[in-house]
């Protein structure tokens, strides 16, 4: 089972942040928070990983909770390209151990 | 940085008949992989992942095996397709040490008739 739970879907207006929450309250201290994204009939797309501290790159920003219990993706300024299901995952990394098992996601609609 | 084949891109196979879909990464040694499956509208299904040559953990019991028979080389089979076994494939891979994510391929998109 997965190890996340996030709202199944969210709206939001072009132009303006996006903000996609997860909750991942059992997550151990070595595991690694990631976010995909999946536009129809294309496989995931890798955004960005945290551990504890916060992450910026050029697709998104990643704050993660200081009991790390939770994060948020951030698209500082949707646009209509941004529509797709967004998972958040937990993963233990660079280990023998390595099953990565995804939610069902959050099927962001970014509206005109 | 890796890059993830998977061929074909297609397929269309009658019920009862063989399966054999191939991921081959480049760009990356030992990696860890992974297959996924995907039915019309859901989620993504781990299937099958491989820490090494060999190594196959299997999370489904299901019509389906997998095979590495090379380091680089992840083998998704089947005897005899179920119309259950229609889905989008994915095969993924990340370098078996550190927190690098998993990449995916385009995936094959098989539809059992």
């Known amino acids: 089972d997965a190890k996340t739970t996030q709202p199944p879907s969210m709206d939001c207006a072009e132009g303006r942040a996006a903000n996609l929450p997860c909750n991942h309250s059992?997550?151990?201290?070595?595991?690694?928070v990631y976010w995909y994204r999946q536009i129809h009939s294309q496989g995931p797309q890798y955004i960005i990983h945290g551990l504890k501290n916060n992450e910026t790159n050029e697709m998104a920003s990643l704050i993660i909770t200081e009991d790390r219990k939770s994060s948020t993706l951030i698209l500082p300024h949707a646009t209509l390209r941004d529509t797709a299901v967004y998972y958040c995952?937990?993963?233990?990394?660079?280990?023998?151990?390595?099953?990565?098992?995804f939610g069902p996601g959050t099927s962001l609609s970014v509206i005109p | 940085s890796q890059t993830i084949h998977q061929w074909p891109a297609t397929l269309v196979q009658p019920v009862g008949s063989p399966l054999s879909l191939e991921c081959t990464v480049e760009?990356?040694?030992?990696?860890?992989l992974y297959w996924y499956r995907q039915a019309a509208g859901r989620g993504l299904q781990l299937l099958f992942y491989?820490?090494?040559?060999?190594?196959i953990s299997s999370e489904v019991p299901q019509n389906l095996s997998a095979s590495r028979p090379q380091d680089r080389q992840f083998i998704l089979s089947s005897k005899k397709l179920l119309l259950s076994d229609s889905g989008f494939y994915l095969c993924?891979?990340?370098?078996?040490?550190?927190?690098?994510?998993?990449?995916f391929g385009n995936g094959t998109r098989l539809t059992v008739t």
């Open positions: 491989s820490v090494g040559i060999g190594q």
């Open positions: 993924a891979a990340t370098p078996g040490q550190g927190a690098s994510p998993l990449h």
């Open positions: 760009g990356t040694s030992n990696p860890n």
């Open positions: 059992t997550i151990s201290g070595n595991e690694y």
């Open positions: 995952i937990v993963r233990v990394a660079g280990t023998s151990y390595d099953k990565v098992i």
